[in-house]
Protein backbone atom coordinates (compact mmCIF):
# COMPACT_ATOMS: atom_id res chain seq x y z
CA UNK A 1 0.00 0.00 0.00
CA UNK A 2 1.01 3.43 -0.76
CA UNK A 3 2.29 5.58 2.35
CA UNK A 4 0.87 9.21 1.84
CA UNK A 5 2.23 10.64 4.81
CA UNK A 6 5.56 12.16 3.36
CA UNK A 7 3.55 13.29 0.30
CA UNK A 8 1.42 15.20 2.42
CA UNK A 9 3.64 16.94 4.41
CA UNK A 10 5.75 18.13 1.18
CA UNK A 11 2.48 19.37 0.11
CA UNK A 12 1.75 21.35 2.67
CA UNK A 13 5.06 22.73 2.99
CA UNK A 14 4.54 23.86 -0.59
CA UNK A 15 1.57 25.57 0.24
CA UNK A 16 2.85 27.41 3.09
CA UNK A 17 5.92 28.47 0.78
CA UNK A 18 3.36 29.53 -2.00
CA UNK A 19 1.46 31.35 0.01
CA UNK A 20 4.30 33.05 1.69
CA UNK A 21 5.75 34.21 -1.75
CA UNK A 22 2.14 35.61 -2.49
CA UNK A 23 1.99 37.25 1.23
CA UNK A 24 5.34 39.17 0.37
CA UNK A 25 4.67 40.02 -2.91
CA UNK A 26 1.99 41.43 -2.05
CA UNK A 27 3.70 43.33 0.96
CA UNK A 28 6.08 44.58 -0.90
CA UNK A 29 4.17 45.83 -4.32
CA UNK A 30 1.39 47.34 -2.26
CA UNK A 31 2.22 50.67 -3.98
CA UNK A 32 0.80 49.37 -7.01
CA UNK A 33 -2.47 50.69 -8.01
CA UNK A 34 -3.86 46.85 -9.19
CA UNK A 35 -2.09 45.07 -5.96
CA UNK A 36 -3.13 47.95 -3.51
CA UNK A 37 -6.88 46.79 -4.17
CA UNK A 38 -6.21 42.94 -3.17
CA UNK A 39 -5.86 40.94 -0.40
CA UNK A 40 -3.60 37.92 -0.28
CA UNK A 41 -7.01 35.92 -0.62
CA UNK A 42 -7.87 37.49 -3.34
CA UNK A 43 -4.83 37.23 -5.32
CA UNK A 44 -4.89 33.52 -4.18
CA UNK A 45 -8.38 33.35 -6.22
CA UNK A 46 -6.36 34.67 -8.94
CA UNK A 47 -3.83 31.95 -9.11
CA UNK A 48 -6.53 29.47 -8.68
CA UNK A 49 -7.65 31.24 -11.92
CA UNK A 50 -4.75 31.28 -13.95
CA UNK A 51 -3.46 27.85 -13.06
CA UNK A 52 -6.81 26.69 -14.47
CA UNK A 53 -7.16 28.49 -17.27
CA UNK A 54 -9.72 28.77 -19.09
CA UNK A 55 -11.90 28.99 -15.91
CA UNK A 56 -15.51 28.96 -14.60
CA UNK A 57 -17.33 29.38 -11.91
CA UNK A 58 -17.23 26.40 -10.99
CA UNK A 59 -13.92 25.71 -11.26
CA UNK A 60 -12.81 28.27 -8.77
CA UNK A 61 -15.89 26.48 -6.36
CA UNK A 62 -14.17 23.22 -6.91
CA UNK A 63 -10.47 24.87 -5.75
CA UNK A 64 -11.27 27.19 -3.57
CA UNK A 65 -14.43 25.27 -1.19
CA UNK A 66 -16.27 28.99 -1.56
CA UNK A 67 -19.68 28.54 -1.91
CA UNK A 68 -21.32 29.42 -5.09
CA UNK A 69 -22.92 32.38 -3.88
CA UNK A 70 -19.48 33.51 -1.88
CA UNK A 71 -17.29 32.46 -5.38
CA UNK A 72 -19.80 34.71 -7.47
CA UNK A 73 -19.70 37.57 -5.35
CA UNK A 74 -15.74 37.35 -5.56
CA UNK A 75 -15.77 37.29 -9.07
CA UNK A 76 -17.95 40.17 -9.35
CA UNK A 77 -15.36 42.44 -7.27
CA UNK A 78 -12.76 41.31 -9.45
CA UNK A 79 -14.60 42.19 -12.77
CA UNK A 80 -16.06 45.31 -10.91
CA UNK A 81 -12.14 46.51 -10.13
CA UNK A 82 -10.79 45.37 -13.65
CA UNK A 83 -8.71 43.00 -12.70
CA UNK A 84 -10.72 40.04 -13.97
CA UNK A 85 -13.00 39.17 -16.80
CA UNK A 86 -16.26 37.29 -17.62
CA UNK A 87 -16.71 35.82 -21.15
CA UNK A 88 -19.16 33.73 -22.60
CA UNK A 89 -18.05 30.22 -23.81
CA UNK A 90 -18.28 30.06 -27.16
CA UNK A 91 -18.89 26.49 -26.83
CA UNK A 92 -21.60 26.01 -24.48
CA UNK A 93 -23.43 29.58 -23.68
CA UNK A 94 -24.71 28.89 -20.01
CA UNK A 95 -21.33 29.14 -19.18
CA UNK A 96 -18.77 32.56 -17.99
CA UNK A 97 -15.60 31.95 -18.67
CA UNK A 98 -13.13 34.21 -15.98
CA UNK A 99 -9.88 35.44 -17.40
CA UNK A 100 -7.15 37.95 -15.53
CA UNK A 101 -6.40 41.07 -17.60
CA UNK A 102 -2.93 41.06 -18.28
CA UNK A 103 -1.65 43.53 -16.05
CA UNK A 104 -2.27 41.15 -13.56
CA UNK A 105 -0.88 38.08 -15.33
CA UNK A 106 2.44 39.88 -14.87
CA UNK A 107 2.34 40.28 -11.35
CA UNK A 108 1.14 36.72 -10.99
CA UNK A 109 4.12 35.55 -13.31
CA UNK A 110 6.39 37.70 -10.98
CA UNK A 111 4.81 35.66 -7.80
CA UNK A 112 5.68 32.39 -9.79
CA UNK A 113 9.36 33.89 -9.94
CA UNK A 114 9.30 34.28 -6.60
CA UNK A 115 8.63 30.96 -5.45
CA UNK A 116 10.40 29.14 -7.94
CA UNK A 117 13.60 31.17 -6.25
CA UNK A 118 12.70 30.56 -2.69
CA UNK A 119 11.86 26.67 -3.62
CA UNK A 120 15.50 26.34 -6.07
CA UNK A 121 17.15 28.38 -2.82
CA UNK A 122 15.88 25.52 -0.51
CA UNK A 123 16.72 22.82 -2.59
CA UNK A 124 20.01 24.35 -3.55
CA UNK A 125 21.84 21.92 -1.21
CA UNK A 126 20.42 18.79 -2.75
CA UNK A 127 23.16 15.65 -4.29
CA UNK A 128 22.41 15.38 -7.73
CA UNK A 129 21.23 11.59 -6.85
CA UNK A 130 18.94 13.62 -4.78
CA UNK A 131 17.70 16.06 -7.33
CA UNK A 132 17.32 12.97 -9.62
CA UNK A 133 15.04 11.48 -7.08
CA UNK A 134 12.58 14.90 -7.03
CA UNK A 135 12.67 14.95 -10.44
CA UNK A 136 11.78 11.49 -11.35
CA UNK A 137 8.96 11.86 -8.60
CA UNK A 138 7.46 15.20 -9.59
CA UNK A 139 7.13 13.72 -13.17
CA UNK A 140 5.56 10.50 -11.95
CA UNK A 141 2.85 12.09 -9.64
CA UNK A 142 2.35 15.08 -12.43
CA UNK A 143 1.87 11.81 -14.84
CA UNK A 144 -0.43 10.47 -12.70
CA UNK A 145 -2.50 13.69 -12.42
CA UNK A 146 -2.83 14.41 -15.77
CA UNK A 147 -4.31 10.99 -16.57
CA UNK A 148 -6.96 11.54 -13.42
CA UNK A 149 -7.74 15.00 -15.00
CA UNK A 150 -8.23 13.64 -18.34
CA UNK A 151 -10.53 10.76 -17.29
CA UNK A 152 -12.74 13.53 -14.97
Known amino acids: ??????????????DFLRRTAVAEYWENNREDDIINQL??????????????????????IQYTNLS???????IDKLVRDGIAERVRNQENRREVIITLT???????????????KKLAKMLSGCSPEEAEIINSAGRILSSHIKKQDDRQ
Not at 102 to 116: E, G, M, S, T, Y
Open 102 to 116: PAIQQHLDKIKIAFQ
Open 1 to 14: MLDLEHFFKVNNMI
Open 39 to 60: SPRQINYLATIERNQPCSLQTI
Open 68 to 74: SSAASAA
